[in-house]
């Protein structure tokens, strides 16, 4: 497809599970973004890739939260140990630029921690 | 630092005009805006970059003070279609990133 897909739609876990959140940007695109959405609330930062730099780990809330993103395409959000304020929809997008240009967003992955 | 929107909220009757504002307290290289439907991924609507280059919308344009470091989207004669969350989000200044961070949204409600 020609935009960001993301997997799976939906997550129904239990608290102190891991999960994992795919990343499939857009062909071509050299930056990603990850953002998290709570029910309500605004577009918070997690994390952000660009090329082959180092990441901007800046805004993952805790050791628990890691990303990657391997051969600069496919990236994966990992939450280990969830917790119940982890429930979220988390937002990938992606962009064609170094400079922060266009973001493109995929439908989000949508979690519910019980 | 996460920009500041202001209104919250506002509900607009169609053919109305709306402005939403985004400040902040640092000084910035550019400034984005994006709305979100209900149920869906945000949408970009525009980007203004520091030395007043702007990108546009139909009928909806926005303003970039650098020195303010506020910036104003403008909707003019609304539609049903305008309706759902405006986002700005911010990209600093020599952050020697480029981390965008969005504000925590105004919800317009266009009525019949």
């Known amino acids: 497809g020609a935009g960001v897909s993301q997997s799976p739609s939906n997550k129904v876990t239990e608290k102190g599970k891991d999960v994992e959140l795919r990343c499939d940007p857009i062909s071509g695109h050299t930056a990603l973004y990850w953002y998290r959405q709570s029910l309500g609330q605004g577009l918070e930062f997690l994390i952000y890739f660009q090329g082959n730099s180092a990441p901007d780990k800046s805004g993952l809330p805790s050791d628990r939260f890691s990303a990657e993103r391997t051969g600069g395409s496919v990236s994966t959000l990992t939450i280990q140990r969830t917790q119940q304020e982890d429930s979220a929809v988390y937002l990938c997008?992606?962009?064609?630029?170094?400079?922060?240009?266009?973001?493109?967003f995929g439908e989000g992955s949508r979690l519910t921690v019980l | 630092q996460q920009p500041v929107q202001s209104p919250q909220a506002v509900i607009l009757r169609e053919g109305e005009d709306a402005v939403i504002n985004c400040s902040s307290s640092k000084a910035l290289y550019s400034v984005h805006w994006y709305r979100q439907k209900h149920g869906e991924a945000p949408v970009f609507l525009m980007i203004?970059?520091?030395?007043?280059e702007q990108k546009g919308h139909e009928k909806i344009s926005a303003s970039f003070n650098e020195k303010k470091q506020q910036s104003s989207l403008y909707l003019t004669a609304s539609q049903l279609s305008y309706s759902g969350t405006y986002f700005c989000?911010?990209?600093?200044?020599?952050?020697?990133?480029?981390?965008?961070?969005f504000g925590k949204g105004t919800k317009l409600s266009v009525i019949p």
């Open positions: 997008a992606s962009s064609r630029t170094m400079n922060t240009g266009e973001l493109f």
């Open positions: 989000g911010t990209e600093e200044s020599g952050a020697g990133s480029y981390q965008l961070t």
């Open positions: 203004l970059l520091k030395g007043g």
